[in-house]
């Protein structure tokens, strides 16, 4: 199974992906405002060398606590490719209580489709929505 996964805390952002039982990651720090480059990403763990994203069966992505505005970047991006190769896409869960990286979101993934008997229905792209557990204090507009 080829998984491919992506993590961010907002200052750091890490990409891995597992062909069969391989894993290679990237990991790069970076102000917490600057936009990423998925391509540079990518590129870096092999993407047109050692696999194309047509050849991805899972993709996935942890629903950092750390910042929501990564997270959100993140799932944007996946849902997209997800739903343009057909492929499902999982939330791992990561409540900060231990340091997630890529790699660590590649296993989970792995296990939790798994678990759930490799059900595509329960993975639907369109559904991977990252969610934010605090109460925010952000201004609503027209309140």
Known sequence: MNILAFQSSGDQTSVSIMLDDEINSFNY????????????F???IG???????????????????????ATRSIASYLKGVAVACKKPLIVIEDDNSV?????DIVK???????????????FDPNFANPIYK??????????
């Open 29 to 40: 720090k970076h102000n917490r405002k600057d936009r990423p480059n998925w391509n540079m």
């Open 42 to 44: 990518l590129e870096n």
């Open 47 to 69: 993407l047109n060398n050692a696999f194309a994203l047509e050849d991805v069966d899972l993709f996935a992505f942890s629903n950092c606590q750390n910042s929501y505005t």
């Open 99 to 103: 340091f997630l990286k890529s790699s």
């Open 108 to 122: 989970l993934a792995k296990d939790k489709f798994d678990k759930n008997d490799q059900d595509l229905a329960k």
């Open 134 to 143: 605090t109460d925010t204090t952000y201004k609503k507009i027209n309140e």
